[in-house]
C-alpha cells in the first residue's frame, strides 16, 4: 500500500486520467486508488470530472466512486449531477447518483431533483427513481415519480401520477404524461386541468 499527504497529484497516463486530493492511497495487488479530501479526479478522453470528499477508483473494474459532496461533470454535454454518492461505470458509460440528487443540463435548461437518478451516456437517456421533481426553465414545473428524460428526442415523460404546473398559473395532474419539449406538446391520460391557480381558493376555474 503506497499513501501520499499533502496536496497529491497522480496521473495515469495509460488511462489518461489524473487524480488530485489531500490524501492518496495506492493498492497495487488490488489495483485500487483511494483519493481523500478535496478529491478530484479528470477522465481526460471522456471529458468527465469528479469531484467529492472521498474517491474511489477501481482500475481493474473501470468503476469510479464518490463519497460525500459529490460532484460530475460531462463537459461535452453540459451536464452536472450532485449527489450524496456517484458511480461511473467508464466502460459501459453510466452514471448512478443517490440521495438528494440534482441534475442539470445547462444546454436545455432543465433541472431535476430525484433520490436516485441513472444517466446512460452513450443512449443519452436519465431516469429517476421514486419522487422526482423536474423543472424545465422558464415555464414548466413537474411533481412525478420515475421519470424518463431521453435527450436526443428532448421527450420527458412518467407513467405514475404527475402534478405540472406552469409560468401562466395552470395546473394538471395526469395518471401519466409524455411531454415534447421542443414542440412544446403534452399528451397524458386520466387528465384535469386547472386555470388560474393564483387566484384565491374556491375561485379557480377547472
Known sequence: LLVSDGDVKLQDKKKNIIIIADKISYSKDKEIINAYGNAKIEDKDRKIIIRSNQIEFKKNDEIISAYGNAKIQDIDRKITIHSDQIEFKKNDQIITANTDVNLVDELN??????????????????????????????????????????????????????????????????????????????????????????????????
Not at 409560468?167 to 414542440?183: A, C, D, M, P
Request: overall charge negative; cysteine-free; aromatic content about 12%.
Open 109 to 206: 435548461k432543465i433541472n431535476i431533483d430525484s433520490d436516485k437518478i441513472t444517466y446512460l451516456i452513450n443512449e443519452e437517456k436519465i431516469f429517476t427513481l421514486g419522487k422526482t421533481f423536474a423543472e424545465i426553465q422558464p415555464t414548466y414545473k413537474f411533481f412525478s415519480e420515475d421519470v424518463v428524460f431521453l435527450k436526443d428526442e428532448m421527450k420527458l415523460s412518467s407513467n405514475k401520477k404527475t402534478v405540472i404546473t406552469n409560468n401562466q398559473f395552470s395546473l394538471y395532474e395526469l395518471g401519466s404524461f409524455v411531454y415534447q419539449i421542443e414542440k412544446e406538446f403534452l399528451k397524458g391520460t386520466d387528465i384535469t386541468i386547472t386555470s388560474n391557480t393564483s387566484v384565491p381558493s374556491g375561485e379557480s376555474d377547472k
